[in-house]
């Protein structure tokens, strides 16, 4: 069950025309009884359903923006700008009931309460907030923060097979943390297009904890210049367990046709 409450607020600041502020509110109930299971066979943890009497209750508030994007001169129609909408800001709050059994780490029947946050004030720019409070002893659990980048020009227009094939050159970096230090780590990825046919990428995580790299990931993605096939190969180092994996990958694009055959 769920709800919206909106309000619009004319600003007119540059290119920013409105502001709206929306709130959703929601609740879920789940509820599984208890069943004998003991006569089905047992083959992995989905042949079990546990039973589960769970509230599941939060509030999510976004903030969007409706900016100008043409002035009327380049192809606006009777006088006024064409306008996108995109969401600047959104916190989201979330928290779990159950009257059975605990869900806290103090065996509480509350759960903890995850907080996510996101800021987008630039088209090419991300602010993310996650985490997790302990709400007996007001402490964050666990903590995740991070920043990224986008190149903002748009990708050239393919079909539609080949269009999540397409990634923009991208840059993030994130900071994770767990309660008493049980885990530092910072995780970086990279997307490099050095054209619309060549992509590469690297994905690292650094523990601070050891002081030292626990996995990097290296890929390179070539789509052939008749945009019927593609191959991917990637380097994969990691620690835990100590694995050092080649990947190679090549795909055919488009096996059947879409649309009149004309037969």
């Known amino acids: 069950l ?94 779990a009931y159950d009257p059975t059994r605990g869900l806290s780490r103090n065996k509480e029947h509350y759960s903890d309460v995850d907080v996510s946050a996101r800021l987008s004030p630039l088209p090419y720019t991300l602010l993310t907030f996650n985490s997790t409070v302990d709400v007996a002893s007001g402490e964050f659990a666990t903590t995740r923060i991070g920043a990224f980048l986008r190149d903002p020009r748009p990708l050239p227009q393919v079909s539609p097979l080949l269009a999540n094939l397409q990634r923009s050159t991208t840059i993030g970096l994130s900071y994770r943390t767990i309660t008493d230090r049980l885990l530092k780590e910072v995780d970086a990825s990279i997307v490099l297009r050095f054209s619309d046919r060549l992509t590469a990428s690297y994905i690292g995580r650094y523990d601070f904890n050891a002081d030292s790299f626990i996995g990097n990931r290296y890929f390179v993605r070539y789509l052939s210049p008749q945009d ?17 994996e080649f990947r190679f990958m090549f795909t055919l694009v488009g096996l059947s046709s879409s649309g009149p055959t004309g037969l």
């Open 228 to 244: 019927c096939w593609f191959i991917d190969f990637g380097i994969i180092d990691k620690v835990n367990p100590r694995e050092f």
């Open 2 to 95: 769920g709800s919206r409450f909106s309000r619009a607020f004319d600003l007119n600041w540059g290119k920013l025309l409105k502001l709206q502020h929306v709130v959703e509110p929601r609740v879920a109930y789940l509820y599984v009884p208890f069943v004998d299971q003991d006569d089905l066979p047992l083959y992995d943890s989905s042949d079990r359903i546990n039973k589960r009497n769970l509230l599941v209750y939060g509030v999510s508030n976004r903030l969007l923006g409706k900016f100008a994007t043409k002035s009327s001169e380049s192809g606006a129609v009777d006088g006024e700008p064409t306008t996108e909408i995109r969401e600047l800001a959104r916190l989201t709050v979330t928290q």
